[in-house]
């Protein structure tokens, strides 16, 4: 593993996306799918038909939780497990959310169209550990990926129950 071992198989080293700079939420999608190492390393994905295909589904229904959060997806057979990535706003992206409030921590998803377990568990972990204005702050407030994706891997890991190192 990286030198962060963030111990879950869906929250990888190379998640995080610091200091984002698009503005709008279909530039932001793009910009944490094109910078995220984690995608970048998935063999055979293409980057940016995957941000499209996560456009094209954040067209038929905004993915903003509120709170400043949103948790936008995609399916594509090019992959065989499920990824996860974060892009970190400071100063907040439009992103048509129910609340009306800018978006500052953005999820990408990736994850085989037959994954659908995966895909729920993830969408689940997300929703309960960002509705915690504690869990946010603690991620906006961290100055380094290696704090983030260490928080991250360890809150899915408790919440999911997976061991440290699973597969």
Known sequence: MGPVDVGDRFFRAGSVVLQLESENKFDAIREVVLRAPVFQQIDGLELEEFAQIVIRRELELSTG?????????????????????????????DYD????????????????????????K?????????????????L????????????????????????????
């Open 65 to 93: 939780f509120g709170h400043g959060v949103a948790v936008a997806h995609g399916r594509t057979p090019a992959v065989e497990d499920s990824y996860v990535a974060l892009g970190v706003s400071r100063s907040g992206i």
């Open 97 to 120: 959310a129910p609340d009306g409030l800018p978006v500052h921590l953005l999820f990408v998803v990736a994850n085989h169209p037959d994954q659908q377990m995966d895909y729920l």
């Open 122 to 138: 993830i969408i689940s972990t997300l929703a309960c550990l960002c509705r915690s204005d504690t869990f946010r702050n603690e």
């Open 140 to 167: 906006l407030s961290s100055v380094c990926r290696d704090e983030i994706e260490s928080k991250l891997g360890a809150a899915f890991r408790e919440r999911i129950r997976l061991p440290v190192g699973s597969a």
